[in-house]
Nanobody
């Protein structure tokens, strides 16, 4: 049974940093794609960063240059390093996972949300001005 568990959210002031973690367990696939999404109250869910099992990455324009997605395969963990945080980054952040190599059929490894079959419960990030 696949489990996806995020951690690392919190409250910071604008300009600060946070690192989110996502531990994925219960799988034996050798190919996958993982991503971070976020959703603010009253807003649509937004994909912000994706990574394939081959290490290719993709970012939304809203976070490019400030956020970095990475993975530690030995620890089955996905990370999101968030720097230069802004109040507009306040949202619930979700980790999403899918297995197999279908992400290679897309232009980038950040897929539409409906392509991911496994989701975490979310971790809240709040940035104050």
């Amino acid at each position: 049974q696949v489990r996806v568990v995020e951690s690392g959210g919190g409250s910071v002031q604008a300009g600060g940093s946070l690192r989110l973690s996502c531990v994925v367990s219960g799988y034996t696939y050798v190919s996958w794609c993982m991503a971070w999404f976020r959703q603010a109250p009253g807003q649509k869910r937004e994909g912000i960063a994706g990574i394939g099992s081959d290490g290719t990455t993709s970012y939304a324009d809203s976070v490019k240059g400030r956020f970095t997605i990475s993975q530690d395969n030995a620890k089955n963990t996905l990370y999101l390093q968030m720097n230069s945080l802004e109040p507009e980054d306040t949202a619930m952040y979700y980790c999403a996972v899918d297995f197999g190599s279908k992400y290679t059929d897309f232009p980038t490894p950040l897929l539409p949300d409906y392509e991911y079959n496994f989701w975490g419960q979310g971790t809240q990030v709040t940035v104050s001005s």
